[in-house]
């Protein structure tokens, strides 16, 4: 569906797809079956809205022509956001009379993904070359200092038309940048700052936290209703509402309780097990008829065998053995058994395949949600008990009680979050928001979060098997320039003050991994940013000739991931690595790491067989090994690729 959108808003109908790999010639196939039933069905989709118009121009010209008459001026907005055919569009009305004026910054140009191409812009010139441009370079927003840094890092881009931006204000503080342990510690720093802000007189509506990617709220929701602030999560469906949260959720209170027929019949379809309305219904019925929760009857062979035709019968019995599979002992942690239920009920593999990226990074914050509450658990456990509270005392963070993670616990705490997730209308809350929908808008105070190599910029990993093999450094360097881009967007939104969040460490599916501070980070002139003493004591760490350059550098030269590599995709670690062994979660750690590995290896991948050993780069969690199996050459990452010698 994405990649037919993306082909009509360039203005290419099937038979114009280039390229002869496999994945070319079936998105040819699928997309001229789509346009025929389109056809037949005498309906247009919303891309076909522009498409069909701009060849209605450019095919018909005595239309053309009378649309021309009739729209002798043309005006503009947002410029940079123009897709091809909107491009197409403009010239076409356009050239005849060449009254064209439109607006736009390059520097701004942020939706790529759903077609935008930044180039349009910075043609105008040449396709109106009788055109005057105006620079507006004073901006009326925010102070100096942010300017300066949102100028340092933007310039790093080759698409962009040169500006200098200045502004009349007077005073203001240096950036901050924060270096913190965790993505929890993150989230409890920004809690704490509010506070204080609002303390010294500041509303809450006068702060923003930006973070790169929905999932990335998560931490965010919970620390704020822990700590009692009002706030508004502008653009998105709060964490625990989200489709495929709720999905997974409804699977462990069906755990939990075998007779809770509402998660029963959530999420016994889902994902798909070839099992009709008309099968749960009679299901339901012959349950409702017994007195008994719908899970008693996957144990009635009899029932199943007389009543259900073969398909269903089996998708109700594969159904029963995952929930049998997945009872737990008391005390045993929450996490590997989440992380069984993404695998094993094949909801994660489901979302892969459909390419739906933002829920899979919900799926992963869920267990990584999980991950946190079995530490914080076992933390309290084996904590000594403390002197009693002060009477009346509260710090705003749930008391935890001294007993081991339960699936039950986690539940408990997730429905906490889940009942106060909505918040009264009310005009005075602190705004949580994705850097997309952060655009247009300001704030006086801005927390920009996750600033780090992977989040900021984004390198998103595919697992689609029919991906194109060659590594386009062209594209790759367009990408990076469209997230410097949007890196500048967050840090413009804010008037007087500015904050740089990043991490040591961020939990990837359960598990702890170390993080680098973001190449845009690297790029802003040391002078122009405040250090915290944490911070200034980790980036010691580095070599001093890196520090000359920039005080983050040491810790992001090496080069970022390519996009062959974000091709291996949202791969879920086939084990935790805390996690016990247990029959029913039969985790395995006999992966390969690139100690063990070597030029010339024969090794084995889950999903793309057998392959050969071409090159080996990275250290540790950045280890990497490029492999050559039958469908190409790949670049894995070898924390998540669990190759295995052949």
Known sequence: RQAISRLKNAGQRPQEIVGSSLYARILQQVYETYRQRLQKNQALDFDDLLLTGLELLRDHPEVRDRYRGRFRYVLVDEYQDTNACQYQL???????????????????????????????????????PEAKVVRLEQNYRSTQGILAIASAVIRHNRDRMEKRLWTAKEGGERPLS?????????????????????????????IAVFYRTNAQSRSFETALIRAAL?????????????????????????IVNPADDVSFRRIVNVPRRGLGDSSVDRLADEAARRGVPLTALLKDADWLDRVLKPKPRAALREFGKLLDACRLQPGYPVAPLVEFVLRESGLHEALEKAGEDERLENLEQLL???AVYDRERAEAA??????????????????????????????????????????????????????HMAKGLEFPVVFLTG?????????????????????????????????????????????????LLRTRF?????????????????????????????????????????RSRSPFRSEWDEPATPASARRQGHRMPERLTHARPDRNLDYDSSQ???????????????????????????????????????TGSRLLLLAYAQLKRR
């Open 90 to 128: 403009v010239k076409l009305l356009g050239e005849q009379h060449r009254n064209v004026c439109s607006t736009g910054d390059p520097d701004q140009s942020i939706y790529a993904w759903r077609g935008a191409d930044v180039r349009n812009i910075l043609s105008f010139q040449q396709d109106f």
């Open 178 to 206: 924060l270096l913190l342990d965790n993505d929890g510690e993150e989230a409890a720093e920004v809690v704490a700052r509010i506070r204080k802000a609002v303390d010294a007189g500041r509303r809450y509506s006068d």
């Open 230 to 254: 009002p706030y508004q999560l502008v653009g998105g469906t709060p964490f625990y509402e989200r489709r495929e949260v709720k999905d997974v959720l409804a699977y462990l209170r069906l």
């Open 368 to 370: 990584n949600a999980a």
């Open 382 to 435: 084996e904590a000594p008990a403390g002197p009693p509270p002060e009477p009346g005392a509260f710090d705003g963070m749930d008391e935890l009680p001294a007993e081991p993670p339960s699936l039950s616990g986690f539940l408990e705490n997730a429905a906490l979050v889940q009942s106060t997730d909505t918040w009264e209308s009310e005009s005075d809350r602190i705004t949580l928001m994705t850097l």
């Open 451 to 499: 600033v780090e190599e992977g989040l900021l910029p984004l390198i998103r990993m595919r697992t689609d098997a029919f991906a194109e093999e060659d590594y386009d450094p062209e594209s790759e360097r367009r990408a990076i320039e469209e997230e410097r881009r949007l890196f500048y967007v967050g840090v413009t939104r804010a008037r007087e003050e500015l904050y």
């Open 506 to 546: 961020r939990m990837r599916y359960g598990r702890s991994e170390i993080s680098r501070p973001s190449r845009f980070l690297g790029e802003i002139p040391p002078d122009l940013l405040q250090l915290q003493p944490d911070d200034e004591a980790f980036l010691r760490t580095g070599s001093p000739g890196a």
């Open 592 to 630: 390969l790491d690139s100690g063990e590995l070597e030029v010339g290896t024969c090794v084995h991948h889950a999903k793309f067989g057998d392959g050969v050993v071409e090159e080996i780069s990275g250290q540790g969690l950045s280890a990497k090994a490029r492999v050559r199996f039958r």
